[in-house]
Antibody, heavy 126, light 108 residues
Framework: QVQLVQSGAEVKKPGASVKVSCKASGYTFTSYDINWVRQATGQGLEWMGWMNPNSGNTGYAQKFQGRVTMTRNTSISTAYMELSSLRSEDTAVYYC???????????????????WGQGTLVTVSS | SYVLTQPPSVSVAPGQTARITCGGNNIGSKSVHWYQQKPGQAPILVVYDDSDRPSGIPERLSGSSSGNTATLTISRVEAGDEADYYCQVWDSSSDHPVFGTGTKVTVL
């Protein structure tokens, strides 16, 4: 079955960087976008950016421009999200999720953002 | 940028019907998706493309969209429906997803 499995919880000091991984299985990794969404405790879902795992093209939310980098290793079907210059407000659960664009030859087929990884808690504290 | 507005909370008695609205400018022209999130869990897709259900999602959950409002309806509410619900569309002008503010459904 289609599954996204994320790396474990992290504790970082202010000013440091964190890199979260998201390993895909059950489908062709390079055929679907990967999105990253975060959620602070008691808050809603906040979109951070997307990546096309085939081309490496990315699109980042303006709020995170300059601080976030999304990359991938296609040989192990894994996407990465690195966030730098961490501050306490970055404490949140970070999710990766597949879709909604599916790349089929020269076509783009629009689907949904589904499924989601299990989430990675990143705590920023001195 | 595109904004989706949901009521913060909806309370409903077991067996009754819960309706969760999602307001956005001309949302009826976009594909609306709904996610359910229970405490400590990742969101799961419960309705896509306004009114379709993924396999395994009960028929009690249904969606509709027209004009400036999309609606998720939960019929014959059960205790297990207690969760946060988020609507989502894709903003083509900025090429990214937009999530609603979220609605907490409480089963009385």
């Amino acid at each position: 079955q289609v599954q996204l499995v994320q790396s474990g919880a992290e504790v970082k000091k202010p000013g440091a960087s964190v890199k979260v991984s998201c390993k895909a299985s059950g489908y062709t990794f390079t055929s679907y976008d990967i999105n990253w969404v975060r959620q602070a405790t008691g808050q809603g879902l906040e979109w951070m950016g997307w990546m096309n795992p085939n081309s490496g093209n990315t699109g980042y939310a303006q709020k995170f421009q300059g601080r976030v980098t999304m990359t991938r290793n296609t040989s192990i079907s894994t996407a990465y999200m690195e966030l730098s210059s961490l501050r306490s407000e970055d404490t949140a659960v970070y999710y990766c999720a597949r879709g909604p664009r599916y790349y089929y030859y020269d076509s783009i087929i629009w689907g949904q953002i589904d499924p989601w990884g299990q989430g990675t808690l990143v705590t920023v504290s001195s | 940028s595109y904004v989706l507005t949901q009521p913060p909370s909806v309370s409903v008695a077991p067996g009754q019907t819960a309706r969760i609205t999602c307001g956005g400018n001309n949302i009826g022209s976009k594909s609306v998706h709904w996610y359910q999130q229970k405490p400590g869990q990742a969101p799961i897709l419960v309705v896509y493309d306004d009114s379709d259900r993924p396999s395994g999602i009960p028929e009690r959950l249904s969606g509709s969209s027209s004009g400036n409002t999309a609606t998720l309806t939960i019929s014959r509410v059960e205790a297990g429906d207690e969760a946060d619900y988020y609507c989502q569309v894709w903003d083509s002008s900025s090429d990214h997803p937009v999530f609603g503010t979220g609605t907490k459904v409480t089963v009385l």
